[in-house]
Every structure is written in structure tokens, then in C-alpha cells.
T-cell receptor, first 113, second 115 residues
Framework: AQSVTQLGSHVSVSEGALVLLRCNYS??????LFWYVQYPNQGLQLLLK??????LVKGINGFEAEFKKSETSFHLTKPSAHMSDAAEYFC???????????FGAGTTVTVRA | GAGVSQSPSNKVTEKGKDVELRCDPI?????LYWYRQRLGQGLEFLIY????????KSGLPSDRFSAERTGESVSTLTIQRTQQEDSAVYLC?????????????FGPGTRLTVL
């Protein structure tokens, strides 16, 4: 079975500062990894995903994540936070031969002016 | 084009009543998923439909929960004899067929409150 751990349920950053959201996973087979963002009163939106190939994945809104197999991690970063980045972020994993996503508990990001 | 839509957006019901939640997937998406999101928790997989194959119901928490899908279109999630612990946001997602296309597009969810 797959599982996902997101370190920190809440992260507060200053506008312009680095955003770092941590995600560690466990999977018995090569995983597909995802980051989703959920803005208030909206559905989840895919930020980026890793399936195969390059381990550094770039997504929308300036976010990127790096798949590190040795660390079983898929941390999400953005060099400079914007007020519009305030949202809840979810890391998810599925086996490469499956379709069920397992989600982390989510990290709420607040951005201080 | 239109995304995944869900109705109602909010539902308040009394304990013991039955509720039906509706999901309209993106046209052409053969795969449809239901998830539950409890307050402060991640999403829990409930059920998966793919074309005409038998649905994967492995995530349904009890026999009070059931879901149907008409062809490759609308799905309804039914909760019978609702309990307070059923209070959550129920999210529907759809995707194209094939694992390499496993980008799930989510609807806005239905917030269910059981009093």
C-alpha cells in the first residue's frame, strides 16, 4: 500500500520568500507523484506530477518539485511566494500500475504581506 | 470546456436520512472517482468507475454507501441512514482512460453536514 506524509499542517511565509512544502511517500513499486492545490471553495487543481523521466518537475504558477528516490521524497518549492499562493496543498501518490491516489493530510499555506 | 460539476454544493441533513450526491464528469472521461475529505484530513478514496468494467468499491466505508454510474456520464453517490461521522466534503474526479493519463480533474465538492 502507498502512504503519504506531509510535514507541517500549516506553513506561513512572507511574500517574496521561499515556499517549501515537504512530502515523503512509501510505495512498494515505482510511484507516480502529484501535488494538488485547493483554493478556498474550489476543487483540487493539479500543480505538477512526476511519472517517469526527469526528476525535477516544473508545474504551474512557478512551482516545482524534485523526486528523490533515495529519500522517498517529493518536496514542493517556489522561489518567491505571492499572496495568491495562499491555499491548501496536497501531495498524492499512486503506484505506476494503479489508479488510486493516496493523499497526504494537506498543508495550509498563508502568505504574510 | 466545462469541468467536473457536482451538486448540491452544500447539503444539510438529519441523522438517519438518506442523501444522494451527483457528479457530472468531463465529457469523454471514461474514469470517474469519488473521494471523501474529512475536516483536517487528506482525501480518502471511496470508489472508482472505468468504462463498463466492474467498479472498484474497495474504499467504501460501510454498506450504507453505494454509487452508480450511467454509462460514461453521470454518477450518484448514495449514503443511507446518514450518521454524524459522514459529515465531510465529497469530491468527484474524472480522467481519461489509461494510467499514463492519470491526471484526475476534480469537481468543487459537496459539503455534507449531518446534524
Amino acid at each position: 500500500a502507498q502512504s503519504v506524509t506531509q510535514l507541517g499542517s500549516h506553513v506561513s511565509v512572507s511574500e517574496g520568500a521561499l515556499v517549501l512544502l515537504r512530502c515523503n511517500y512509501s510505495s512498494s513499486v515505482p510511484p507516480y507523484l502529484f501535488w494538488y492545490v485547493q483554493y478556498p471553495n474550489q476543487g483540487l487543481q493539479l500543480l505538477l506530477k512526476y511519472t517517469t523521466g526527469a526528476t525535477l518537475v516544473k508545474g504551474i504558477n512557478g512551482f516545482e518539485a524534485e523526486f528523490k528516490k533515495s529519500e522517498t521524497s517529493f518536496h514542493l518549492t517556489k522561489p518567491s511566494a505571492h499572496m495568491s499562493d495562499a491555499a491548501e496543498y496536497f501531495c498524492a501518490v499512486c503506484r505506476s500500475n494503479d489508479y488510486k491516489l493516496s493523499f497526504g493530510a494537506g498543508t495550509t499555506v498563508t502568505v504574510r504581506a | 470546456g466545462a469541468g467536473v460539476s457536482q451538486s448540491p454544493s452544500n447539503k444539510v441533513t438529519e441523522k438517519g436520512k438518506d442523501v444522494e450526491l451527483r457528479c457530472d464528469p468531463i465529457s469523454g472521461h471514461t474514469a470517474l472517482y469519488w473521494y471523501r475529505q474529512r475536516l483536517g484530513q487528506g482525501l480518502e478514496f471511496l470508489i472508482y468507475f472505468q468504462g463498463n468494467s466492474a467498479p472498484d468499491k474497495s474504499g467504501l466505508p460501510s454498506d450504507r454507501f453505494s454509487a452508480e454510474r450511467t454509462g460514461e456520464s453521470v454518477s450518484t453517490l448514495t449514503i443511507q441512514r446518514t450518521q454524524q461521522e459522514d459529515s465531510a466534503v465529497y469530491l468527484c474526479a474524472s480522467s481519461l482512460e489509461g494510467l499514463e493519463n492519470n491526471e484526475q480533474f476534480f469537481g468543487p465538492g459537496t459539503r455534507l453536514t449531518v446534524l
